[in-house]
């Protein structure tokens, strides 16, 4: 199993940025996928999560309205569009497969700052 994030970026507050994540070794479409994030002396938080079908996009209140979580079965790819970005979304961005256990990708650097 592997995840690759990419997309993250500085970005100014009330800025975008669209992550990927490709994901192979495993049937992608029969699994659900969750973005989570880990800020700077804080606990990994969940963020986002998908249905493998594309279902039920549900999200943390702290980002509800401004994240919007979607995937692509044929590429293998989940994506996290981010909108209106805030300060206290600076952090590192992880993909997460839960086949038999948990996996995760290697992050993606996520700094929104002026």
């Known amino acids: 199993v592997q995840l690759v994030e990419s997309g993250g970026g500085l970005v100014q507050p009330g800025g975008s940025l669209r992550l990927s994540c490709v994901a192979s070794g495993f049937t992608f479409s029969n699994s659900d996928m969750r973005w989570y994030r880990q800020a700077p002396m804080k606990e990994r938080e969940w963020v986002a999560y998908i249905q493998n079908t594309g279902g039920r996009p549900t999200y943390a209140d702290s980002v509800k309205g401004r994240f919007t979580i979607s995937r692509d079965n044929a590429k293998n790819i989940v994506y996290l569009q981010m909108n209106s970005l805030k300060a206290e979304d600076t952090g590192v961005y992880y993909c997460?497969?839960?086949?038999?256990?948990?996996?995760w990708g290697q992050g993606t650097q996520v700094t929104v700052s002026s």
């Open positions: 997460n497969a839960q086949i038999a256990r948990n996996y």
